[in-house]
T-cell receptor, first 116, second 114 residues
Framework: KAGVTQTPRYLIKTRGQQVTLSCSPI?????VSWYQQTPGQGLQFLFE???????NKGNFPGRFSGRQFSNSRSEMNVSTLELGDSALYLC???????????????FGPGTRLTVL | DAKTTQPTSMDCAEGRAANLPCNHS???????VYWYRQIHSQGPQYIIH???NNETNEMASLIITEDRKSSTLILPHATLRDTAVYYC???????????????FGQGTELSVKP
């Protein structure tokens, strides 16, 4: 079974630009979560999508947005990039059903975004 | 979700057991303990989870104290490839949190040395 894939793996942008990152979940998984990892703040939850609907949201400004398509693939967008948005962006997929007692998440390799 | 406390770093000799502790004194009765690890610059990898009973899989064992206020992840024969940051996370059932949000702490940086 193929794992979670993220594209692109590396990206360099300048301040003020916008960026779109893509995540393809494991086949059959309906939940996709996004995380930002920086040396200062560690791993922080951005948002989660399930069946094309945002189900959970972290504490990030509105410049960070996402969406999920009917095939469960997800994109996240960051508008008006700031230097502090430089980070490793990780997505994770899971089955995601609310009737589950637990939820094992499978992470992709991440997209390394550098903002100059 | 309950807060967890882990040591910042630990060393372990190759071939020996690595015992990584985690305190979660405010854990609720229906909250699970999850362990993930992150090898440098890769995405986190799920290791194991448990509720009350001790658990074992091909990667590790999870020992949860009877009062559930702490747990220990055991890597029985650590190798150099086990060098990573290990995260202990506590969260409730899916319906409890309305989804799959994970709250990561700072984790324990485990260095396995030859």
């Amino acid at each position: 079974k193929a794992g979670v894939t993220q594209t692109p793996r590396y990206l360099i942008k300048t301040r003020g630009q916008q960026v779109t990152l893509s995540c393809s979940p494991i086949s059959g998984h309906r939940s996709v979560s996004w995380y930002q990892q920086t040396p200062g703040q560690g791993l922080q939850f951005l948002f989660e999508y399930f069946s094309e609907t945002q189900r959970n949201k972290g504490n990030f400004p509105g410049r960070f947005s996402g969406r999920q398509f009917s095939n469960s693939r997800s994109e996240m967008n960051v508008s008006t990039l700031e230097l502090g948005d430089s980070a490793l962006y990780l997505c994770a997929s899971s089955l995601g059903g609310l009737t589950s007692s637990y939820n094992e998440q499978f992470f992709g390799p991440g997209t390394r975004l550098t903002v100059l | 979700d309950a807060k967890t406390t882990q040591p910042t770093s630990m060393d372990c000799a190759e071939g020996r057991a690595a015992n990584l502790p985690c305190n979660h004194s405010t854990i609720s009765g229906n909250e699970y303990v999850y362990w993930y690890r992150q090898i440098h610059s890769q995405g986190p990898q799920y290791i194991i989870h448990g509720l009350k009973n001790n658990e074992t899989n091909e990667m590790a064992s999870l020992i949860i104290t009877e009062d559930r206020k702490s747990s220990t992840l055991i890597l029985p024969h650590a190798t150099l490839r086990d060098t990573a940051v290990y995260y202990c996370i506590v969260r409730g059932p899916m319906i409890y949190n309305q989804g799959g949000k994970l709250i990561f702490g700072q984790g324990t940086e485990l260095s396995v040395k030859p």
